[in-house]
C-alpha cells in the first residue's frame, strides 16, 4: 500500500479516482451524508489535488481524506451552523492555496476491507506531510465529525470540539 496527494494529471485519470471515491463514500456514509453527484463532481474537479489516497497494489483507491481550503465566508456559514454542512459546499468556497485559508476535513473513509489494515496510518502520516508543506497559509483545519471513529482519529490528531449541532454531530477544531 502507499498513501499520496492526488493530482489527476489527465481527464481519464481523473474520472478513475473519482469513480473509485465515490465508490467509497456510498460504503462508508448513509444516504443522508453522500451529497449530490453534481456537488461532489464540482468541487472535485476544481481541487481533487486535495484529497489524499490510500492505494493498494493494483493502484486503486481503497481510502481517501477529501480537504478542502474554504473561504472565510464558509468557515463563518459552517461555525454558525446547527447542522452538518455537505451539499450547500459550493465549488466556488474553495480557495486558492497561495492565500491564507481555513482547511476543511470533508472527508475520512476506507473501504471496510482494508480498515484493519496499515491504511489509516499510511493517510495520516501522508496528512501530516501535506501540511508541512503548506503551513504557511493554514490558519486552522476543521472537521465535522458524525461517528464515534472520527470523533477518536480527531482527538487522536490533537483537534479540540469546538461545537455539538443540534443532531449530535460534531465540530472539531485545530489551530495550526
Known sequence: MIA???KAVNREEFEKLYEQS???DKEAYSEE???SENMARARYEKCMEHMIGVFNEDNNLIGHMVIFPISDGLREKI???NVVIDDEIEPDDIVDCRQSYTLLVMSVAILKEYRDTE????LINEYGWYLIERAEHIKEVIAETISTDGE???RRLGFKEAKQYKDGYKLF???V
Do not use: D, H, P, Q
Open 4 to 6: 499520496k496527494t492526488c
Open 152 to 154: 477518536k482519529l480527531f
Open 22 to 24: 465515490r465508490v467509497i
Open 79 to 81: 461555525y454558525n451552523s
Open 33 to 35: 451524508f453522500k451529497g
Open 119 to 122: 491504511a489509516i496510518k499510511l
Open 173 to 175: 477544531k485545530y489551530e
